[in-house]
């Protein structure tokens, strides 16, 4: 039970590879756990290994067997949330599942942070920051925080003089996290999620230069901007060409009017 806890909190702590290794150690001590710890450590466990479908089984039955346990739906919130299983209604559901967390354990941080992000997308104002000034409260993350009040901040009053420069100086995640809640969920608020990545763009030369191109360009066929798509592929200096071009073909699938492109990177890729 001791490593059941301690995963938890490392799953929570972004340490994903310290949760496994006490997943691990709990399932192995699996005869010694009453049946509904036994299916909520499982289901954790795909969620680590990002087995979606297994996970929502194994805490669905936990959650039979004890359907008022905060754990286990919350732990099925992160797998709608974060693994995208392919059910109908998804987001309806993580942000169902949240506010359930919510109503029973007030102030708690993670259901708090995913909460804030579905209901500022939304454009949501009031609740947003609502939901922030809780986070501010009880959260010890500061990238969480900032990235947060970023977040509400743009959806209030729009992306124009907001401090995206300064966030990104201080630590480039706060706008890395900033630009991907932006983005999810069917790019609700393309003004925001955009001015985002273009902060990333100037300021990422990391190794996640690739995922802010791919985050940005995202951005651009949502909004059917063809020609700047095709030139920040064409410009982009920091990333290999042969890590952009297959950007390409996936605009091409999704539909994207740039068949030739596609082609062209295609044949180069191929050579």
Known sequence: MAALRGAQAAGWELQYERATQLIRIALAGRTSMPERYVHFAAGMLAYLDGRADSAV???RLALRL????????MQLGEVYFHLLPQVEG???????TFAWVLEREP?????????????????????AKALLRTLEAVSADTVEREMAALVVACIERGPQDLPW????????????????????????????????????????????????????????????????????????????????????LLDAFSGAPVEAQADQAALTLRA
């Open 57 to 59: 089984a194994r805490l």
């Open 66 to 73: 004890d359907s008022t346990w905060t754990d286990a739906r």
């Open 90 to 96: 998804l987001d309806s559901l993580a942000e169902a």
């Open 107 to 127: 102030g708690f941080a993670p259901a708090t942070s995913h909460l804030l992000e579905f209901v500022a997308r939304r454009g949501d104002v009031r609740r």
């Open 165 to 248: 420069e300064d966030a990104a100086r201080r630590n480039i995640r706060i706008v890395q996290e900033a630009a991907r809640a932006l983005t999810v969920g069917g790019l609700r608020q393309p003004a925001c999620a955009r001015a985002a990545w273009q902060v990333l763009l100037a300021h990422d030369t990391t190794n996640s230069r690739w995922a802010t191109l791919a985050g940005m360009q995202s951005v651009l066929v949502a909004l059917g901007r063809t020609d700047e798509l095709v030139a920040l592929l064409r410009s982009d200096t920091v990333v290999r060409a042969d890590l952009r071009q297959p950007l390409l």
